[in-house]
């Protein structure tokens, strides 16, 4: 344990949690070292969130003019996705350089290790610099965990010798591809599919099951694939990809059907491939054995209500497996320096994880926003349940909303206490109607209580009232 530099917090991955807790106890005075072998802020502003909704807003706008016709008169519409890379590359990611993001946390008085880190003893982080260098920091307080994931690649004999995509490809791309076969349904599948369809890409996806977006509510898969097919999108279901090559600016997906289905071997060509297939979390180089931590290399860890794996060594973000979205990973953020600060700077604590009222949007066109169970993940623990849905393109602001109007809410009341325990919102702002379905749940607020709040005339929220009186 000879020449560890002593600091008060090691923040081990700067992704959006870990970027927020080292940056507010940097603020608060402790000596905090953030350690981060990529860029400062991950995977959500570079490669995820922000690029991708950059491409979906530019999709969506396109979508809006082609609707002109049936609305508003005329248009004439060149789609230029050039626009949109430049937008990416110059606006959202400053071509994948985090000086600014690392300015503000130095700036803040943490000091920045650039390079892998790993434990090499219970609250001791060894980290490897590019350069062959290596340092090691003790900390006193706590070693905050934040190493996020990586895009899962399938075995797929021939795959790794191709120039295929995963997200992190695909937001850099310049031009839309002529054609682009997509593996997998998940949100990042369905978000990328759409919006690069709006810039004229023939996109083909290819699902080993038959869903899309299966941890949704299924009328929220079925109502996407409608849509999508209405825009072109061609969707091949129960497929496995058996190989692929490249050759000739071309990718050759040779496919079967389910062994069970009698397998049909077919071919897809295409000039781009996406593999969407999952995440692996960045946990194994952490070797949490060196600080006593029992992981069996699958499963998420264990961890406590104030996300500690052991006392002071803390994991956040998407490797905590309570959601892989990056306001979960700011949440955990936010409650695991409440508690560093309430130990060791008498502040006041911040409470535990609740886990009842996790929101998720799916920015398609049209949105698909959720809220704590599904209908199935209710009856699946035992509550008895109504159920309430109504169709978005029914109610008032649907129908004048007209074309690009499809959606629904569909809620779930736990009939023994009155409170909704789920929501989904689909719609044109299905995203931001969840808002309110989200207050419901995470306030526990009685349904009676719902149907005399007053809903706005004649806004998307208006169809949560209908929704409710539909509980049966
Ligand atoms: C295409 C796409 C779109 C998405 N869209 C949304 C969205 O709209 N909304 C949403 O909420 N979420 C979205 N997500 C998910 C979101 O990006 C993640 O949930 C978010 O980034 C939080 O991840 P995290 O905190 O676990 O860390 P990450 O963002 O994964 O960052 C972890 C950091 O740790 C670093 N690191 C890892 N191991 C080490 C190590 N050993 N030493 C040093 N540094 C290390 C990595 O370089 C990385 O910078 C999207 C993801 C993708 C891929
Ligand atoms: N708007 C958002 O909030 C947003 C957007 C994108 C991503 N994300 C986050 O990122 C996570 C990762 O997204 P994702 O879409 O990669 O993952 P996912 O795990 O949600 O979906 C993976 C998809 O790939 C399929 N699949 C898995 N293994 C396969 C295999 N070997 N062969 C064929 N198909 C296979 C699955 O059936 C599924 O359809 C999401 O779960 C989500 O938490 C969030």
Not at 274 to 303: E, H
Request: with cysteine; charged share 20%.
């Amino acid at each position: 344990m000879t020449g560890a530099d002593a600091v008060d917090v090691v923040v081990l991955g700067m992704g959006p949690g870990g970027e927020s807790v080292a940056g507010e106890l940097a603020s608060a005075g402790l000596s905090v070292v953030g350690v981060e072998s990529g860029l400062v802020g991950g995977e959500c502003p570079y490669y995820g969130c922000v690029p991708s909704k950059m491409m979906i807003r530019a999709g969506n706008v396109v979508a809006e003019a082609l609707r002109v016709p049936e609305l508003a008169g005329d248009v004439q519409l060149t789609p230029d996705f050039s626009t949109v890379a430049r937008r990416i590359r110059s606006e959202a990611t400053d071509n994948w350089d985090d000086t600014v993001a690392a300015k503000r946390f130095t700036d803040k008085g943490g000091r920045l290790v650039r390079g892998t880190g790993r434990l090499t003893g219970p609250r001791e982080v060894t980290v490897l610099t590019s350069d062959g260098g290596e340092f090691t920091f003790r900390a006193r307080l706590a070693v905050v965990l934040n190493p996020g994931t990586n895009p899962t690649v399938p075995d797929i004999p021939g795959l790794t010798n191709t120039p295929f995509w995963t997200n992190r490809e695909a937001v850099k791309a310049e031009s839309a591809p002529k054609s682009l076969a997509i593996l997998g349904g998940g949100p990042i599948a369905v978000e990328l599919a759409q919006a690069f369809t709006r810039f004229g890409t023939k996109v083909t996806m290819v699902l080993r099951g038959s869903s899309l977006l299966t941890r949704e509510e299924p009328e929220a898969g079925e109502l996407l694939a409608r849509v999508f097919r209405s825009e072109g999108i061609k969707i091949l279901r129960n497929r496995e990809i058996t190989a692929v090559t490249h050759s000739s600016d071309k990718f050759r997906l040779k496919m079967s059907g389910p062994a069970a289905g009698g397998a049909s071997v077919s071919q897809l060509s295409a000039e781009k491939f996406l593999v969407a297939t999952g995440r692996t979390p960045a946990l194994q180089p952490l070797n949490l054995a060196k600080a006593g931590i029992d992981w069996d290399g699958k499963t998420a860890p264990t961890i406590d209500g104030q996300l500690q794996l052991t006392d002071g060594l803390y994991l956040i973000g998407d490797a905590a497996g309570a959601g892989a979205f990056t306001h979960m990973s700011m949440y955990q953020g936010n409650i695991v320096a409440g508690h560093i600060l309430a130990r060791h700077a008498k502040q006041p604590d911040r409470g535990t994880t609740e886990s009842h009222a996790v929101p998720n949007v799916t920015f398609t066109d049209p949105e698909i926003g959720a809220v704590g169970l599904t209908e199935q993940q209710a009856r699946d623990t035992g509550l008895s349940i109504r159920v309430g849905y109504t169709d978005v393109a029914a109610a008032t602001r649907g129908w004048i909303h007209g074309a690009g109007n499809q959606g629904f809410i569909k809620i779930i009341e736990d009939t023994k206490t009155g409170v909704l325990v789920g929501a989904t919102s689909v719609g044109p702002a299905g995203g931001e109607v969840l808002s309110a379905l989200a207050l419901a749940v995470h306030a526990r607020i009685p349904v009676a209580t719902l149907k005399t709040m007053i809903y706005a005339y004649p806004t998307f929220h208006r169809a949560i009232p209908e929704a409710l009186a539909q509980l049966k």
